[in-house]
C-alpha cells in the first residue's frame, strides 16, 4: 500500500549523467526542485544533475518521507483538526506528503485521501464560497490517516497522535540495512563531489546505532 500512496523513485538516464525523480504530485515540489537545478519533463519526472543525488533523495526525504530507495516502516495516526497547524479554512489539507482532505467545490461533499477515515465529526454540507470553497470540518473532527512513513517530518505538528505504537527509536533487520545503504550513498557522493552533508544525516544516524567521537 505505501507504493500506491507514496510511487516514488529515483532513477539514472543519458548514461548516469542525469537522474529523474518520479513522485506524486506536491505543492512544495516545484520550487524546492527548481532550487537544486530540477527541469520538469512531461515523461521523465523532474531531472537533476547525478552529481546533485544526495540533495534529491533528501528533498523526496522531506516532502514524502521517503526517497522510494528501500521499504520504510509506517505508523497510523490521529490527526485532531481542532489543533493542527493548518489552514483548515481553506480548499484542501496537505500532510504527510499527500492531499488529506479536499473540497471540490462549495457545495460538494468533502474526498478524504487514500487510507484516510473519519473517526470523529465530520465536514460541514457546505462550506466557504461558490470562489473559495473551504473544507469546514465540524468542532472536534479527528481523521485517521494511514500508511504515513515513519519518519515524516508532520509527525512532530501538533494535533498529530501516532495511533499504532511509537516512532521507533533505532532500526534493525532489513531496515537497518537498507539505511546504512542509503546512508553510504549519501556520504559518498557528499565527498566526490565536495557537497554538504544532508540535513537529516545525524537523525538517520542515530537510527541506524551510528555514534560519532565528539570532537
Known amino acids: 500500500m505505501l507504493e ?7 532513477t539514472p538516464i543519458e548514461d548516469g549523467k542525469k537522474i529523474a525523480l518520479k513522485a506524486p504530485f506536491h505543492p512544495d515540489c516545484a520550487d524546492n526542485a527548481k532550487s537544486i537545478g530540477g527541469r520538469y519533463n512531461r515523461d521523465r519526472g523532474w531531472v537533476f544533475d ?6 534529491v533523495r533528501q528533498l523526496a526525504r522531506e516532502i514524502w518521507g521517503t526517497d522510494g530507495s528501500h521499504p520504510v516502516p509506517t505508523v497510523t495516526v490521529l490527526v485532531d483538526l481542532d489543533k493542527i497547524d493548518a489552514d483548515i479554512r481553506s480548499q484542501e489539507l496537505w500532510l504527510f506528503g499527500r492531499r488529506i482532505a479536499y473540497r471540490p467545490r462549495r457545495d460538494s461533499k468533502v474526498v478524504l485521501g ?3 477515515i473519519i473517526v470523529h465529526g465530520g465536514f460541514q454540507v457546505s462550506g466557504g464560497s461558490m470562489r473559495y470553497p ?3 470540518p465540524k468542532d472536534g473532527t479527528t481523521l485517521e490517516v494511514r500508511y504515513v512513513p515513519h519518519e515524516h517530518k508532520d509527525l512532530r505538528l ?4 501516532v495511533k499504532d505504537g511509537e516512532i521507533p527509536d533505532q532500526l534493525t533487520g532489513d531496515e537497518l540495512i537498507a539505511t546504512l545503504r542509503a546512508l553510504v550513498c549519501d556520504l559518498w557522493q557528499a565527498a566526490k563531489h565536495g557537497h554538504p552533508l544532508p540535513e537529516d544525516i545525524t537523525v538517520r544516524m542515530q537510527k541506524a546505532g551510528i555514534t560519532l567521537p565528539e570532537g
Not at 500506491?4 to 529515483?10: G, K, N, R
Not at 547525478?50 to 540533495?55: S, V
Open 114 to 116: 487514500a487510507g484516510v
Open 134 to 136: 473551504e473544507l469546514a
Open 50 to 55: 547525478a552529481q546533485d543525488e544526495a540533495r
Open 158 to 161: 501538533p494535533g498529530i497522535t
Open 4 to 10: 500506491e500512496i507514496y510511487p516514488i523513485s529515483i
